[in-house]
Nanobody, 122 residues
């Protein structure tokens, strides 16, 4: 088990920034997993946002966030981050972090957090 807890969501105006955090309480096992961020807007399917390999050497982004969002991790703190800049109203969604393999497919992630709401006003 890799319990995950997201934080950092909130309400922000378009063009603003937020930094999401995802803390794992699994101790040493956190560094064994790739970590991903996904999001789900009302009435839409969950979509891939970004992923980072266990060492941080491989990173991939969805085209819709490339150049605006940055994923990073600190294995010493068992935490993965998502820095979101130049936010747009279409970024409004519940954001989830997940632990698994470094892919864009949510089925390849074994453990999920509860999610944190991000709302971007126009």
């Amino acid at each position: 088990q890799v319990p995950l807890v997201e934080s950092g969501g909130g309400l922000v105006q378009a063009g603003g920034s937020l930094r999401l955090s995802c803390a794992a309480s699994a101790g040493r096992t956190f560094s064994n997993y790739a970590m991903g961020w996904f999001r789900q807007a009302p009435g839409k399917e969950r979509e891939f946002v970004a992923t980072i390999s266990s060492s941080g050497a491989r990173i991939y982004y969805a085209d819709s966030v490339k150049g605006r969002f940055t994923i990073s991790r600190d294995n010493a703190k068992n935490t993965v981050y998502l820095q979101m800049n130049s936010l747009k109203p279409e970024d409004t969604a519940v954001y989830f972090c997940a632990a698994g393999f470094v892919t864009t497919k949510f089925n390849d992630y074994n453990y999920w957090g509860q999610g944190t709401q991000v709302t971007v006003s126009s």
